[in-house]
C-alpha cells in the first residue's frame, strides 16, 4: 500500500500537459477530505510517468485466469503468461472475477506489485441482477416503469459493487425486430423511443448520481451498433442497414445514454456497411467520440478484434489491432492483439502513439471516477459484502418488478383473476416446478435452484387445492444447464400425457405452465421456430381436450408465434423469465392481489413468417387490398399482415376509455396533447397511455406510427384524469440518411390508446 500512497502524492504534485486527440474539458471533482482535483491534469501526469507498453497495458483486459487467493499459476501455463502480464502492469482490466476476497487479491498485485501501482477495473455481466436476480430486461421493459427500472438497476449496483465488482456490461440497448434472435431478451425490445427511456433508466440506476461511491459501478451501452439487426435473427451475423434506419431506429438509445452520462461502450460482433464494428471509424471516431463527445472509453466484444481476421477484413492480429485502434476502440477484450501488437505497431510509425494516449487516458478517466485512485480497495470489504448480498430488501424490490413486467394477453368471461377458495386447480408443466429456468439467461452470478417455483407461490394461497403433474419435459434429461452450452429440446417424451390428462379432467381450472427453459434465450440462442418448443403444443392441446378452462401462463424471453392458444385458450398470461420471486408473482397475479398492466415492448407475430415484424413500419405504395379479390398489393397469400399481439398491448382486470382528444399549439414546434382517461371497471388499475404521431408527407417516408410518448397512470374506479403530452423538436423531427437532424412543415396524425393500434386521433400542423 505504500507504493499506491506515493504514487497518490507524486499525482497530486505534478500537473504539466500533454496534448491528446479528442481532448475533452477539464473535470474536477471532490474527494472525501474536500481536496480538488483536476483529473486531466492529474492523467497527464501519469501519462508522463508510463512508457508505452505500460499504456497498451491499461487498454488490455483478460478474463479470471486462476483462483487468486491460492498459488499462482504453473510457468508455461497460459494463465502463468497473464499472471506475469499482471505483475509487470500490462493489465488495465479483468472480466469474470467476483467476489471481495478473489478480487482483493488481484488489485493488491496490480496496485502494490507493479511499477506504477494503476489499479485494475473489474467487469462483469450483471444483465438483470447479480446474486439477487430479477426479471429479463425485457420483462422489465414491459412494465413501462421507469422508475422501478431504474430501481432495479440500482440494487444490481449496491449488490454487485459490495462484491468487488464496478463495472457492468449493460445495458444492451440494441433495438431488435426479430424474435429470432435469442438476445431479445436482454433488451428493452423493438422502439428506440421506448428504448431510450428505458436505457437511460438503468444507467442512472447502475452510475447514480456519484460513480465513486462505493453502492455505484460504471455502465457499458452495447452493442454499438446495428447488432439487433443481424440477418436472420442469427447470433454473430452479419447485418445489412441503411443509414436512415441506423440514425432513427439504431442510434437514439446510444445518443439517449451517452446525454446521460454512461461511462463505457461495447462494440459489436456484426458488420456495418460491410465493415466490422470493432474497427468501424464511422461509428466510433465519428458518430461516438467527435459527433456526441463520447469522452468515456470504448471496449471490444469478447475477441472481437481478433475476430476481424475471420471476417476477412485483416489478415493478422497485428493488423487487427492496427486497424482497431485506428477506429477507435479502447479496450481489447481477451484477443491479446494490443498487448501483443501495438508497441511494435508505434516502434514501426503504423500507429501514432497520440492513439495510445487517447485510449489510455479514457480509461484512466473512468477509474479516477470511480474513485479508484483515491483508494483502490473501496470496494473491498468482505463484512459489507456479507451484509448486502442477498438481503431481503432485493428480493422485495424484485417482486415489485416482476409483478409490474407480466402482460394479460387474454381473459375471456373474467376466467382471472382466480377464486380464492373452494377451487380444484390443476397445474401442469414442467416449467410449473423449475426453479432454475425462470432465473432466465445471463445470471452468471447466481444459483441454480433459487427461483421461487410456480407451486410454491401457488401454495401460499391455502384455500385451493392445487394437483401438480408435469406432464412433459421441456428439454431432455441429458441437457447441460450451463451459459455455454447447447440444450436439447424434449421432441417424443409424452410419457406424463396421461397422468396431466387425468388431473385436468377432475379439475374445475388448469393452469398450464409453458415457454421455454430459462437458456432457451440469451446470447447464441436463436431460433428458427418460435412456437412452444417440443411436445408442450401437443401437451396443450391434449389438455385442451377434457377441460377447456385453461390458464395458460407462458414463460419466454422473446416473442412467441402462439396463434392456437390465441384462439382457443380463455386465459393467457406473459410471465416471461422473472428472476427469484417469479412464482409469488405470478400466483399474486392469477389470484388478483395485483391488477397486471405490463405492455409488449415487442410485437407478438402469428407466424414465424412475419418476422421480422414491428409496429413503425413504413408504407408502401401498395398498402391496402383487403377491400377487394387482387392480389396486387403488400401481403401474405396464407396469412394477414396483421400481429397476434401488436407493440404496447396489454390488458388488465378492469377497463379503460379515451376520450376528449385535444392538440393546441402552444409555439411554432410545440404542441400540447391532452386526453382524457376513465376507468371504467370495478377495480384498481394502471393502464400505460401511449402516444403516437405519424408524419403524414415529408421528404423522406416516415412510419406509420412513432411513439413519442407514454405516461404510467394509476386511477381507482370509476376516476377520470386528463393527460397531457408535450411534443416538442425532439419528438416532431427525424434523421436524414445523412445523419441531419431536421424537422419539417406539414399535417401529423395524433394517435392515443393502450397500444399502437389507437384508434382516437386527430390532426395537427407545423408551419
Request: aromatic share 10%; net charge negative.
Amino acid at each position: 500500500m505504500k507504493k499506491a500512497l506515493l504514487f497518490y502524492m507524486i499525482l497530486m504534485s505534478i500537473s504539466c500537459q500533454k496534448s491528446t486527440p479528442d481532448r475533452v474539458t477539464p473535470k474536477t471533482t471532490t474527494t472525501s477530505n474536500g481536496m480538488q482535483l483536476d483529473y486531466e491534469k492529474r492523467i497527464d501526469s501519469l501519462l508522463n510517468l508510463m512508457t508505452l507498453e505500460e499504456k497498451i497495458g491499461q487498454m488490455n483486459q483478460y478474463s479470471g485466469f486462476w483462483d487468486a487467493t491460492g498459488p499462482s499459476p504453473k510457468a508455461g501455463e497460459d494463465a502463468d503468461s497473464k499472471y506475469k502480464d499482471l505483475k509487470k502492469g500490462l493489465v488495465g482490466s479483468m472480466l469474470n472475477v467476483k467476489g471481495v476476497a478473489q478480487i482483493k487479491a488481484l488489485q493488491k498485485i496490480a496496485v502494490e506489485d507493479t511499477r506504477l501501482g494503476i489499479p485494475l477495473i473489474f467487469g462483469y455481466d450483471v444483465i438483470h441482477g447479480f446474486k439477487t436476480i430479477g426479471p429479463i430486461p425485457l420483462a422489465e421493459s414491459a412494465s413501462w416503469d421507469l422508475e422501478t427500472i431504474k430501481k432495479s438497476a440500482e440494487n444490481a449496483a449496491e449488490e454487485t459493487a459490495a462484491s468487488g465488482i464496478n463495472w457492468t456490461f449493460a445495458p444492451m440497448v440494441d433495438i431488435s425486430r426479430d424474435a429470432r434472435w435469442g438476445r431479445v431478451m436482454e433488451g428493452a425490445g423493438e422502439d428506440p423511443y421506448l428504448g431510450s427511456k428505458i436505457g437511460v433508466a438503468r444507467v442512472q440506476g447502475f452510475q447514480g448520481d456519484d460513480l465513486s461511491s462505493p453502492k455505484t459501478i460504471a455502465a457499458c451501452a452495447k452493442h454499438f451498433a446495428a447488432y439487433g439487426f443481424a440477418e436472420a435473427g442469427r447470433e454473430y451475423n452479419t447485418a445489412d442497414i441503411g443509414t436512415s434506419t441506423l440514425y432513427n431506429i439504431v442510434f437514439p438509445p446510444f445518443k439517449a445514454v451517452t446525454d446521460a452520462g454512461v461511462r463505457t461502450f461495447m462494440n459489436a460482433f456484426n458488420l456495418v456497411n460491410d465493415i466490422p464494428a470493432t474497427g468501424n471509424v464511422f461509428l466510433q471516431r465519428d458518430v461516438l467520440k467527435r459527433d456526441w463527445g463520447f469522452d468515456g472509453f470504448i471496449v471490444s466484444d469478447w475477441g472481437s478484434i481478433g475476430e476481424m481476421t475471420t471476417h476477412g477484413y485483416t489478415n493478422s492480429d497485428k493488423q487487427a489491432a492496427e486497424l482497431a485502434v485506428k477506429a477507435g476502440s479502447d479496450m481489447d477484450m481477451e484477443s491479446s492483439a494490443y498487448v501483443k501488437e501495438l508497441a511494435q505497431l508505434v516502434k514501426e510509425g503504423k500507429v501514432e502513439e497520440a492513439l495510445i494516449d487517447d485510449a489510455a487516458r479514457r480509461i484512466l478517466r473512468v477509474k479516477f471516477e470511480l474513485g479508484l485512485f483515491e483508494d483502490p480497495y473501496r470496494y473491498c470489504d468482505a463484512d459489507y459484502e456479507k451484509t448486502v448480498v442477498g438481503k431481503k430488501a432485493f428480493h422485495d424490490d424484485a417482486l415489485d418488478m416482476a409483478k409490474k413486467s407480466i402482460v394479460l394477453l387474454k381473459n375471456e368471461n373474467n376466467l382471472l383473476p382466480l377464486k380464492k377458495e373452494g377451487q380444484k386447480i390443476a397445474l401442469i408443466g414442467a416449467l410449473a416446478n423449475d426453479k432454475t429456468s425462470p432465473l432466465g439467461n445471463w445470471r452468471i452470478a447466481a444459483d441454480d435452484g433459487t427461483a421461487v417455483s410456480v407451486i410454491e407461490g401457488l401454495a401460499a394461497y391455502s384455500d385451493n387445492t392445487v394437483t401438480y403433474a408435469k406432464g412433459a419435459d421441456v428439454l431432455t434429461a441429458d441437457s447441460k444447464l450451463s451459459f455455454a452450452h447447447e440444450v436439447t429440446v424434449n421432441e417424443t417424451d409424452k410419457s406424463g400425457f396421461s397422468e396431466a390428462i387425468s388431473v385436468a379432467k377432475t379439475s374445475d381450472v388448469v393452469i398450464m405452465v409453458l415457454g421455454e427453459h430459462g437458456l432457451q434465450s440469451g446470447e447464441a440462442r436463436s431460433r428458427t421456430q418460435i412456437d412452444l418448443p417440443g411436445v408442450q403444443q401437443s401437451l396443450l392441446e391434449e389438455i385442451y381436450k377434457v377441460n377447456q378452462n385453461i390458464v395458460l401462463v407462458l414463460t419466454n424471453g422473446r416473442p412467441l408465434a402462439i396463434p392456437w392458444a390465441a384462439e382457443h385458450i380463455p386465459a393467457i398470461v406473459e410471465a416471461w423469465h422473472l428472476g427469484v420471486q417469479s412464482g409469488n408473482a405470478i400466483a399474486q397475479v392469477l389470484y388478483g392481489d395485483y391488477n397486471p398492466s405490463g405492455k409488449l415492448p415487442m410485437t407478438f407475430p402469428k407466424n414465424v413468417g412475419q418476422v421480422p415484424i414491428f409496429y413503425n413500419n413504413k408504407s408502401t405504395g401498395r398498402p391496402d387490398g383487403e377491400t377487394n379479390d387482387v392480389v396486387f398489393w403488400s401481403h401474405y397469400i396464407d396469412e394477414s399482415n396483421a400481429p397476434l399481439y401488436p407493440f404496447g398491448y396489454g390488458l388488465s382486470y378492469t377497463s379503460f376509455t379515451y376520450k376528449n382528444l385535444t392538440t393546441q399549439k402552444t409555439a411554432a414546434r410545440h404542441i400540447t396533447v391532452t386526453v382524457e382517461l376513465t376507468n371504467t371497471g370495478q377495480v384498481k388499475g394502471k393502464e400505460v397511455v401511449q402516444l403516437y404521431i405519424h408524419d403524414k408527407y415529408a421528404s423522406t417516408v416516415r412510419p406509420v406510427k412513432e411513439l413519442k410518448g407514454f405516461e404510467l397512470v394509476a386511477l381507482e374506479p370509476q376516476e377520470t384524469k386528463t393527460i397531457t403530452f408535450e411534443l416538442t423538436e425532439a419528438e416532431l423531427g427525424f434523421y436524414t440518411g445523412q445523419g441531419e437532424y431536421i424537422i419539417e412543415p406539414g399535417e401529423f396524425d395524433v394517435f392515443l390508446g393502450g397500444d399502437s393500434n389507437a384508434k382516437l386521433s386527430t390532426t395537427f400542423s407545423l408551419d
